[in-house]
């Protein structure tokens, strides 16, 4: 039996990784295997393509062109390597960004065509598609708000202007409103009523 493929997405500091442990632990309870993931990264060439894509500062240069391929090419090596057995020996995969976020970081904001994008995800991506994307959405404001409390240091893409975030916050709402598998949250509500709200969506959907 075939496991469940669930994303996770959302601008910066909208608490992603709280809600893919919380899920991960509610399912594990329930005798449900689980495995949670991120992108990039997930295998060992991926960790090393997030940190080449993550380190630096803002005024790094990356042509979008090219940031966009080392994104896909991780994400391929993520999908042969480790998501696709995953599912395919059952477990749920949990995964921290996937191909929507390029629509979004590179097609919306770095202006980059959304076919040419939608063509590498799939290249990539070998056809897969999550059963369910959640996303978190949070103002662009609250986003650096939230970043500037963390007292760490932050990474490349966490450094942009509140400009972009708004730019990706706005695909991210486009691709919601036209596509079923979205469910979206607001992302300000307290971390317990965010993963009731997941958890009502994994057994509405998958039970």
Not at 39 to 68: C, H, I, W
Not at 70 to 91: C, M, N, T, W, Y
Not at 159 to 168: G, I, P
Request: proline share 2%.
């Amino acid at each position: 039996m075939k496991g469940h493929f669930i994303t996770f997405e959302g601008i910066e500091g909208c608490g992603k990784s709280t809600q893919i442990e919380l899920l991960a632990n509610w399912l594990s309870a329930r005798n449900i295997s689980v495995i949670c993931t991120r992108e990039p990264g997930g295998t060992v060439l991926g960790e090393q393509m997030r940190a080449l894509l993550k380190n630096g500062t803002v005024d790094t240069f990356f042509s979008p062109r090219a940031e966009l391929l080392l994104f896909e090419s991780s994400r391929a090596q993520h999908v042969d390597e480790k998501i696709l057995p995953a599912l395919q020996a059952g477990k749920d995969v949990l995964c921290d960004r996937f191909f929507d976020s390029s629509l979004v970081y590179q097609g919306s904001a770095r202006k980059i065509s959304r076919s040419d994008v939608e063509f590498l995800n799939n290249f990539a991506a070998g056809g897969l598609v999550p059963d369910l994307t959640i996303l978190l959405d949070i103002d662009p404001e609250e986003s650096l708000k939230r970043l500037s409390l963390r007292g760490e240091n932050i990474d490349r893409f966490e450094q942009e202007s509140l400009q972009f975030f708004e730019d990706v916050r706005g695909g991210y709402i486009e691709l919601a409103k036209k596509n079923d598998r979205f469910l979206l949250i607001e992302g300000k509500q307290s971390k317990e009523d965010i993963q009731n709200a997941i958890r009502r969506e994994y057994i509405s959907r998958f039970e």
